[in-house]
């Protein structure tokens, strides 16, 4: 959005336009650009408020009902922290003692909006007007938040009275292309973890891409996930550290009881710098499979999760756990927290040949496959298609590696999608 149709869109004309619009259907929008033409309403007014319509909706999934009061960019919106998960980023600043947060790339404020929601006095800028603009917006609400066009890195933290410092670098290029070279952020990675000299207290979002290697020392480095879905890591710097630097992986879950109401539920698993690092068993396929969370993937926990699990791997160098029983709940996840892995029963284990599998599958009328791999170049896609199935039949496969030969293995996820247990019969059956 350029500012001629931001400022359309914030007239009296525009607000109420967007206010009146319909929920956004992609099966509606032309004929209703067309009767909004029709009706006279001016072509760059009626392209804004579709396109803040159809992100306000696309939002929901981060925003919740809040997206309905807000305004987007595209770019914005991929890169803004869901709500759940800047409440735990608010939650480190309050536990810091922190009173006063510079969000120094606020974009266009998810952030930003969560903090001043929860008490603390924020100073907000982004280098782009527009953006920094449609903060401004979303910020309307809160008296707690002061939003400025300008460059971060730029504001004296000790005069303005700063004592937690938070930010989100651009982590695309101009044409959308994801950049994956922390010295290439906007601004570089290094410019902004170097503040923690004058405020200890820095939190820097970040891909979850980032590797390793070079990690600064002094950080936790944290991933999170939520719902099955890896959506930032994280460093944190000084007392937003408590328990000191290390790699930690937060898990977030979303569950409804009985009444239709929903809650998150919390799984954090941690390994803390300078520790040895656990060096888990490998061996045989046994009657049970678990797939730790991409989060844990990610953090480089998956022998700590084996350890929780008391499991082994199957290679050394691929994330599945195998165990000959089935890791108590409380392990796993329960109704109180996250899951840790996402447990399969193994019903058949074989080597990898497609005609053997195809065999398989005929024998026992096999329609519907889900294909899950890992250590192993097949595709999806193209092995469905060679399999040619048929039947009304549903399967689950796992294509991996085991003791240093590609293996195949049948499965049947432990949690039912009634949400009922596998392990109401927890005798597996006999392997074919």
């Known amino acids: 959005m350029d500012a001629s149709a931001l400022t359309k869109l914030l007239s009296p004309a525009g607000w109420s336009l967007l206010s009146a619009l319909p929920p956004y259907d992609e099966r509606q929008a032309m004929v209703l650009a067309t009767g909004l033409r029709a009706q006279g309403v001016d072509p760059e007014l009626a ?7 159809r992100l306000r909706a696309k939002a929901h999934l981060k925003f919740d009902a809040f997206a309905d009061g807000m ?4 770019d ?40 001043a929601g929860t008490g603390l006095q924020v100073l907000a800028t982004d280098i782009d007007e527009v953006t920094a603009s449609i903060a401004t917006v979303n910020l309307r609400h809160f008296p707690e938040a002061e939003v400025r066009h300008a460059d971060g890195l730029s504001i004296d933290l000790v005069a ?3 004592d937690g410092v938070f930010a989100d670098p651009a982590r695309r290029t101009r044409s959308g292309t994801r950049i994956f070279d922390p010295r290439s952020y906007a601004p570089p990675l290094d410019d902004v973890w170097a503040l923690r000299s004058v405020v200890p207290a820095v939190g820097i979002k970040v891909g979850p891409g980032i590797p390793h290697a070079g990690l600064p020392t002094d950080a936790e480095t944290q ?5 099955g879905d890896v959506v930032e890591a994280a460093l944190w710097f000084g007392p937003l550290a408590p328990d000191g630097p290390g790699r930690t992986a937060l898990v977030l879950r979303t569950t409804t009881d009985a009444d239709g ?17 656990p060096v888990p ?19 480089g926990l998956v022998a700590h999760a084996a350890e929780e699990l008391g499991g082994r791997l199957l290679d050394r160098t691929i994330a599945y756990v195998t165990t000959d029983h089935p890791a108590p709940r409380a392990v796993v996840g329960s109704a109180d927290s996250a899951d840790l892995a996402t447990g399969y029963r ?25 294909i899950k791999k890992r250590g192993t170049a097949v595709v999806p896609e193209q092995l469905r298609k060679q399999l040619d199935l048929r039947g009304t039949a549903e399967a689950t496969v796992v294509l991996t590696r085991v003791g240093g030969s590609q293996q195949v293995l049948v499965v049947e996820p432990l949690t039912r999608p009634d949400g009922t247990s596998v392990l109401d019969s927890p005798t597996p059956p006999e392997r074919g």
């Not at 991933?223 to 719902?227: A, E, F, P, R, T």
């Not at 109401?261 to 690092?277: I, K, M």
């Open 47 to 53: 392209a804004a408020a579709l396109t803040q319509s």
């Open 346 to 370: 193994v019903l058949d284990v074989m080597p990898f040949s497609l005609k053997k599998l195809k065999a398989y599958l005929r024998e026992r009328g096999v329609g519907r496959l889900t």
């Open 160 to 162: 303005e009275g700063v």
């Open 223 to 227: 991933w999170v996930s939520v719902d």
């Open 76 to 115: 914005g919106l991929e890169q803004a922290t869901r709500l759940v998960v800047a409440a735990h980023h608010a939650q480190r600043y309050h536990a810091a003692g922190v009173t006063k947060v510079a969000d120094l790339t606020c974009g266009i404020g998810a952030d930003s909006m969560t903090f």
């Open 71 to 74: 305004l987007f960019t595209q």
């Open 281 to 299: 068993d490998v061996g045989a396929v046994g009657h049970y499979l678990y797939e730790p969370d991409g989060a844990i993937i990610r953090a």
């Open 261 to 277: 109401n929903h809650r998150t539920v919390s799984r954090t698993l941690r390994h803390d710098q300078g520790d040895d690092e």
